[in-house]
Structure formats: C-alpha cells, structure tokens
C-alpha cells in the first residue's frame, strides 16, 4: 500500500504541477477539498474564451485554402503534387513564419518518433517487441522486422522542392523531423493573407508492413497480373500546423499516437490516377461528366430517393474492373469547404454503393451516405455499412447538430478504423473459403457496425468540433466513444460497444493509470484511458449525476458552441457546468483529474430513540429494556440445577423493596419532569409534543469513500413491510468530511435493509461493502459451481463409464 | 579502458501476427486473482470478450479444418488453460500450487474462464508468478490487466502489454 501511496502522488506532481505548486495548501490535518473550485487549475477566462466556456467575443481561428494537384504513380505507389496554400491570419497578432506538419517524415530513422521508440516499452503502436530481462534476451517479433525492412528498403518521407511565394520568388524554409517552417518575404499582418506554393512527393507506405493509419494494402491473388492494390491516402499533404489563442503554433511533433488537429479551410483536389480506379474522397465530386459514365451517374441519381442503397458500381463490375487494367489516366476533381483535412481512396477493386439521408435542416437536406468497397468486403458491406453511416447521423444530430457536410463515407481498406472529413477508413471483412464462398462471423458484424458508427460519429468529434487530438485523445475518444455508446445500443443493444459503469471497473481500481487529463503521447493505456473511462463518466453524469434531460441541453449546447471551433477541455467543463446549471468541478476533478476510484461502503446503521424525558414513558422503556437482556450463564445453569435462590427459599423474609423495583417512578420524577415541561421555551415545547405524537423512527447511517472518488450515494431503503424506497443523496455530502459521513433517516417504517447502488450505476469497485447488514455475495466462481452442480456434465463419467452391463431384476407380476 | 560486458547478439524471432491499425476493436482481457476468505480458495478468473474469443476461434477453424466445432469455445479455453501459465506459492519453496480448471462460461459481451488453487496456508500465498511466453507465437491481448487481491483491502494490479510475457508478483 505504502508503494501504491508513493505512485499516485507521484503521478499528481508529474500531471498536476499547476495544482502541486498551488499558492493556497492545507498544512494542518488531513483534509483533502475534494469539491475544491477548479478556477485556479484552468486557464483564465478572457475574450477569446469566456468563462461560461464558449467562443469569446474576440474569439479567432486561422483559415487555410490549399489547391492541389495529385498524381498516383500505381505501378511505385509513389505520390506527386503540386500545392498552392493561402494562409489567412485572423489573428491579432503578425505573423513572421508558418509551421507545416510533415506526418510522413515520422517513419524517416531521424524522426522524434523512430528516434524515442523504447525497445519493448509499454504503450507501443505497431508490431510486437520484447526487451531484454536478467533472464531473456530481447525478441523482436516477424511483424517488427518486416516493418524494419520494410522502412529500409523504401525511401520513406518527403521529398520537397519549389517552395515559391505567389511571385514565384523561392522561399526560405527549415525542415526540423516532422516539421517544416517557411520564412515569409514579408510579415503577415492581421487580416492578411499570404499565398505559397510546394512540390512534394513521398513513397507511400504497405500499410499493413508498417502500421500506419494510411498506406496502400496490395492483393497478390487477384487476376491481373501482378495483383491490385487498394489505396488509403491521407496525413498525404504537407499541412499548416494549427495557431490558436491558448498555444499559438502547436508544435507538438507527431509521434505516432496523439493524432492531428489543424485548420479548417476550403479545398479543390485534383486527383490523377489510373482510369479504371474509383476515387472516394472528401468533399463533392466536381466533373463528375469527365470521369463517371452515364449509367453510374443515372444510378447517383435514383440513390438519392431510395429505401436500400443503390449500386453505383455494381459487385459484377468491380470484379470485372480488378480483372483488367489500363495505361489511361482519369483526373477526378472534388470539392471541399470548411474541413479541416482531407483525405481520399482510390483503387479498381471498388464496389460503390449510395443511399441519400434526407434531414430536416435548412443548411444541408440531402446527405449522400456512400460505401466503397472489395469483393473481400462482400455482403457484409453490401447490407450494413452505408446503413451504418446514416444510423449514426440520425443519432449524433440530436446530440449535436445537424450533420452539416453533403456526403458521408465509408471505405474498406487495411485500416482498422480511421476517421476524416466526411471520409472514414474502416477494416473488417469477409473471409473466404475454399469452395469460394464468403461468410462472416457474428462478431464481425458488429465489428463492422460498431466501427462504421465509431469513425462516423468522430466527423462530429473532433473533424467539426475540432479538439485537438494530439493534446487530448479523450475529447474526441471519450466523447465519440459515449455517444457511439447510444448508438449502438439503439441499434442493438447486445452490440458489444455499450460504456456501462462496470466495464471500467477493473481499470479505475487497477494502479497502472494515469488521470484522464493526461497527454496522448503519455497516456500508459490508451484504450481505457482515453476511451472507456471518459465515456462511463460522461455516461454516468448523464444517467445519474444531471439526469437525461440537464445533461443533453449542456452537451447539445457544447457541441453547437464549437461547431467549426477549436474547444479545449475547459471549454467542455465549463460549457457542461454553466449549461447545466450544475457545480461539477467536483466530478471533473474526480474522475478527469484523478486516478481516484469509486467504492463507497455502508459501515453501521444506529437505530435511535426519542428521549420523551417522561419518567412514566422512559423508566418502563429502561425496565424493559434490562428484561431484554440475555440471562447471565450463572443464572441459567442454577435454574438447569433446580437451585433456588436464597430469596426464594425464604419468602416470609420480604419488605418494600421486593414489590418495588428499581425502575418505580415517584411524584420526585413526575414533578421535575412537569418543571422542566414549564421552563420549555413554547416552540421546544411544541417539537417535544409533535416528535412524542409522532413516534417515528430515527436511523443514522455511516457510509466510508474507501476509493477516493466522491460520488452521489444512490440509497435504496428496504423496509420490515416490504416497502422499497430510493435516495439519491448529492454528492456535496462528502464536501467536508470526504472519508466518512453520516446520513439521518426518520422514517414512519422500521428498516430492514439499506443498499448503495444497487443497480450498478457509479462503478462501484466493491460491491459486498454496499450492503447492511453485509451480505454474502457469493463470487462468480461460486455462483458457477452452484448454477453447474445440477448438470450433466458434473456426472463423473470417467467412473461410472466402467460400470459393467446388468440384466434389470425382474419380479413375477400376475394379473 | 572501460571494459563492455559483451552479450550474445540474441534476437529471437517470434511469429507474432502484425496487427493493423485497429483502435477500436477491443482485444483487451481482465484476470482477477483473489483468494476468497469464506472458502480459502484463490479464485482466478479470466474475463475475455466474447468478441476477441470469435475471431480467435473462427482463426482456428479456418487453419484446422478437421477440428470438432461441436464445442467451439473449448478449442479457446485449451488454447488459454495450455498457454497462461500462472502459480502461486512461497518465496522459500517451489511454486506448486497448480490451478484447478472449475469451468467457463459466455455472459453478455464477455467470455469467462474459472480457475481455482487451495492453499493450506498463507504460507503459500507470498509470491505470484506469471509466464505466458507459451503465447508468443499466437494471440495474446494487447492490453491485460492482473488484479490481485489476497490480503483483504489490499490490492494490487498490473498490466501486461502486448509485447510483455512474464510477470512476478511479491504478495
């Protein structure tokens, strides 16, 4: 315990040293303010970013247009463009240089990223590897090494040129790793804009060699000769780092986990590719004339109005399209205004279905959820992807908003799930057989259902409330991961995805863990960290703590707030709190700044009674009360003996004493009882007569936070007549004694039982301490042996299976 | 001269399938290890997802063609009684407290495996040891969290990723 002490206030200096270093401390006693407001740990509230958490009047965000030429090099897999880029400088302030993302040049031997990876540490992305022990050498897995021949075989990062201003004069830039900064002619003023352009192009990476989040996945099988390919492009462009009020450039390398944020912006990519490809992509095909035929663009429009999603390109015409090939080249063009990235797939093994989404909004009626897929996505795809897509707007718009952009995508690829501007990523798939037939699994289906959801539902967060991923995973994770949560459980609720309080149990008690509030590149557990946790606390603010319809005014409110903004954590606590009307600094504390857990105990239950101070009433009540008490050993073994007392054997000894015990009540009593009745002030008077009339019963009951976590105590009251009640007790309970509180019940009923969240709603990590009197819960095991030793299979077979054959005794029976 | 303690260039390779970028499947796995104090049992139980059980499971029917598929689920609990190899014991004396399979169960999402060991003492309940290197040439969660729990109030955990096989645990 003492180990595990030393580890949490290690973490809380490393994490909170804003709080460690506080001017205000407690240095008497061991009181911990577990409500303590949290204005002193987040930023100050000013004009950019007010205090109710919302846009300030001076709020400002940079813009970024980019025009791009992009040719794909099949036969390489190598990527070429050319790039025209105009920053605009909202900002007040006058900008001398602009920072770039080169995402590529993370896979680059000196990048920060390849540079820092840790042999075997925890928390690596990508194939296995296993540093070396006292006893074990290091172990490197298959998936590592082809990775690391991989890398050294392809010239890996960007290769850039003809970085010219709008004259064409060249300009001064410095590539640092990952980043690249370009020198201005001339200062940006605000208000200004400056025009640029690059040359680049860079290998694209075998996606499933290096586990990346794009890349091209090559089919070796199919027949053309040398098989095909299906190409994921995104992170694909040199890109304006993102400068905000509270960071200015954001300068944090990408390392491979903490993903992007960036600028929203207006985009017109031209894309050259094979002829026989088809491109899905961000934004809304602009010459749809030059590279669709009249057939595909005919069943486009009958889409548009449809039960069921309609073919574009049909199985039959992809599987003859992969067959072929040709040296030709198609240009498509598409469109895109205010998103924040951009990203495309391109390949000739592509099914493309569609079905339009018809919203009640001014701002976009028709949504054309589309899927893109090959035959190895099959039927799978065929039924449930596009449907997936439009289950997901018709639930985040009433969370949110409506879903603002004209189409929404999913592509099967050799990325597991991965999500941009209109366009998602998302890897489940058939699997073949020999008799050439296709199935899936059930777990694959909801594999599919759930990550379609999931990378759909993060259009909203964070590609429209455009949070900053490589700070924060949980505000896109854990917010997208809630609402995905509802979404999924409208669609089924058996869909494995739901965010219950009991899936983070195990985790919020375990001591391998950081507080939510954490980096993403210092996160040790991704998965529970960033995903389950924040989604259960959200889930539990919703059901228990605000109740449904508090908390979806705050959050609906938090999300059109920041629709096309760039929120920050305080934004969303305090955009929660003030839409609220809610102090939840407590619970933001608890359960985003802490590693604390939830496990709230009953310890006793005292039952009282009400002092009438009437001899008549209270000297019965003593006397009784003496009866009541177990007879001493001595006594009963004497009566067992048939000894008599000496009181007994001699009764003609007697006096007043033997009629009178010591619980008579004399005049002496009743005159002081009727004195003090007179020296009553009259209201104490009255509450003396009403609490005797009355005659209720009085319970206090003893509840410890063994966990830490201050948490509402959910109270259900059990009562002798059957009766069952609910008390939700608020959390402020703890405000002062955050350890151990005592709550007074006065009830008409005598108690029976009192139970803390009986339902299992807080993530209570100990459930046998929420009883009184404790209960024996029995563990799982033993409730599997109970439910098991009824069944056949606890027969011992292995003996009875020895047991010779036997003629059954037959008894003469007659008529 | 600084003397360099020379090892053997020692690399092994292990057959580890290369998992893609798949942030949302789940692949994670909970153990608790607790010693329950009616029974003086220590109750280990393995809590997979169901869904990380059926794709291992459907891999295992599609490269064993021939396996029985009447009782699907059993090729995976072989799979994990064979290769998690977990003892508790005393730091003085060998580790033999084996652990007894009770059974497994599917409820809900997950997919539960029971086991069980009887100590006669506390004497036999000081040290923890975990070795799983029987996984490294198959499957294995990424994310695996041990929750150990023998002396009431008292718990302790730790994760083992998922390039992470053995693990001792001084109770």
């Known amino acids: ?815 | 001269m600084m003397k360099l303690l020379q090892y053997t260039f020692s690399v092994l390779l292990i057959g580890l399938s290369c998992q893609s970028v798949q942030a949302h499947r789940l692949d994670a796995t909970e153990t608790s290890i607790k010693l329950n104090p009616r029974t003086q049992h220590i109750e280990v139980i393995h809590k997979f997802y169901l869904h990380d059980v059926n794709h291992l499971v459907q891999q295992h029917f599609a490269s064993n063609p021939d396996a029985d598929k009447a009782n699907k689920n059993e090729a995976f609990v072989e799979y994990i009684l064979s290769s998690v190899d977990l003892k508790v014991g005393s730091l003085t004396q060998s580790l033999t407290k084996e652990l007894a399979f009770i059974g497994a169960e599917e409820d809900g999402k997950f997919f539960y495996i029971y086991q069980e060991a009887y100590p006669e003492s506390y004497d036999e309940l000081q040290l923890i040891q975990l070795d799983l290197s029987e996984m490294q040439n198959s499957w294995k969660p990424s994310h695996w969290l041990f929750s150990v729990e023998i002396q009431p109030n008292d718990a302790k955990s730790f994760v083992l990723n998922k390039a992470e096989y053995k693990y001792q645990l001084e109770l």
């Open chain 1, 1 to 815: 315990m003492g180990q595990l002490m030393f580890r949490l206030a290690f973490l809380f200096c490393v994490f909170f040293s804003g709080i460690a270093h506080s001017a205000i401390k407690q240095t008497k006693g061991d009181f911990e303010d577990k409500f303590r407001q949290l204005d002193e740990v987040l930023p100050t509230p000013n004009d950019y970013r007010n205090a109710a958490g919302e846009p300030g009047r001076d709020y400002w965000q940079q813009q970024v247009d980019y025009k791009i030429d992009v040719k794909l090099d099949e036969s390489k897999r190598i990527l070429t463009a050319k790039q025209k880029v105009t920053y605009h400088n909202n900002s007040p302030y006058r900008l001398k240089y602009l920072w770039l993302q080169l995402e590529q040049n993370k896979f680059k031997q000196d990048s920060i990223a390849s540079l820092s990876s840790d042999f075997g540490g925890i928390g690596r992305r990508g194939p296995a590897t296993i540093g070396p022990t006292s006893e074990t050498p290091a172990q490197i897995s298959f998936g590592a090494l082809r990775a690391q021949q991989w890398l050294d075989d392809h010239d890996i990062g960007y290769e850039i040129s003809n970085v010219r201003d709008v004259n064409d004069e060249p300009l001064d830039y410095v590539i640092n790793s990952a980043q690249m900064r370009i020198d201005l002619a001339e200062p940006l003023e605000p208000g200004q804009s400056v025009v640029f352009k690059l040359d680049y192009k860079y290998q694209l990476l075998e996606e499933n060699a290096v586990s990346a989040r794009a890349g091209y996945e090559h089919f070796p099988d199919d027949e053309r000769k040398g098989g095909n390919d299906i190409f994921l492009v995104a992170q694909w462009f040199p890109r304006l780092a993102a400068y905000s009020d509270y960071e200015a450039w954001h300068n944090k390398e990408f390392l491979g986990r903490g993903e992007f944020t960036l600028e929203f912006g207006d985009y017109d990519v031209s894309i050259t590719v094979p002829a026989d490809h088809i491109v899905a992509s961000t934004g809304v095909l602009a010459n749809e004339d030059e590279v669709l035929t009249q057939k595909q663009k005919e069943r486009l429009k009958k889409a548009e109005k449809t039960k069921r999603p309609v073919f574009v390109v049909t199985a039959e015409e992809a599987l003859e399209n992969e067959r072929s090939g040709t040296s030709k080249q198609k240009t498509w063009n598409f469109k895109a205004e205010n998103v924040r990235d951009f990203a495309w797939a391109s390949s000739r093994k592509f099914m493309w279905d569609a079905k339009g989404y018809h919203q009640d909004s001014k701002e976009m009626p028709l949504v054309m959820a589309m899927s893109f897929y090959p035959k190895e996505g099959g039927d799978l795809w065929k039924k449930y992807s596009t449907e997936s897509v439009i289950h997901t707007m018709e639930v985040y718009e009433r969370f949110t908003f409506d879903y603002p952009y004209p189409t929404s995508i999913s592509v099967n690829g050799p990325v597991g799930g991965m999500e941009y501007p209109m366009i998602t990523f998302n890897g489940p798939r058939t699997t073949w057989h020999e008799d050439g037939t296709r199935t899936y699994t059930q777990a694959e289906k909801r594999f599919l259902i759930g990550v379609v959801i999931h990378e759909v539902g993060h259009i909203y967060f964070p590609m429209i409330v455009n949070s900053d991923e490589r700070q924060w995973t949980w505000m896109d994770e854990g917010l997208n991961s809630f609402l995905d949560g509802v979404a999924g459980r409208e669609w089924d609720p058996n869909i494995p995805w739901g965010v219950e309080a009991r899936d983070i149990v195990s985790y919020m008690k375990s001591d391998v863990q950081v507080p939510i509030m954490t980096q993403s590149d210092s996160v040790l557990n991704l998965g529970p960290n960033a995903y389950t946790k924040p989604a259960v606390a959200l889930n539990i603010l919703r059901e228990v703590i605000l109740g449904r319809e508090l908390f979806d005014f705050a959050f609906k409110e938090y999300a059109t707030r920041w629709k096309y903004k760039r929120p920050t954590p305080s934004d969303f606590f305090r955009t929660m709190e003030e839409a609220s009307g809610v102090d939840l600094d407590w619970f933001w504390r608890g359960w985003f700044y802490s590693t604390d857990h939830v496990d709230i105990s009953v310890d006793k239950v005292y039952k009282l009674r009400l002092d009438t101070k009437n001899p008549d009433v209270e000297f019965d009540l003593l006397r009784q009360e003496e009866a009541d008490k177990p007879v001493s050993l001595f006594v009963e073994r004497e009566r067992a003996a048939g000894n008599e007392t000496w009181v007994k054997r001699n009764k003609d000894v007697s006096d007043f004493y033997d009629e009178h015990d010591r619980f008579t009540v004399t005049n002496k009593e009743r005159n002081e009882y009727e004195q003090m009745l007179a020296d009553l002030k009259p209201w104490e008077r009255q509450a003396l007569k009403r609490a005797i009339k009355e005659d209720k019963n009085y319970y206090v009951i003893q509840f410890s936070n063994i966990g830490g976590l201050v948490m509402p105590i959910l109270l259900q009251l059990t009562y002798t007549n059957g009766d069952k009640e609910m008390l939700h007790i608020p959390a402020e309970i703890w405000r002062r004694s955050p350890r151990m509180v005592n709550k007074l019940i006065i009830t008409d009923k005598e108690l029976e039982q009192v139970v803390v969240d009986p339902k299992w709603e807080t993530a209570d990590v100990d459930t046998e301490n929420n009883h009184y009197p404790r209960r024996i819960i029995p563990s799982r095991i033993e409730a599997f042996k109970a439910e098991k030793s009824q069944e056949k299979v606890r027969r011992d077979i292995m003996h009875d299976i020895k047991t010779e054959p036997k003629e059954p005794e037959t008894k003469p029976y007659k008529k």
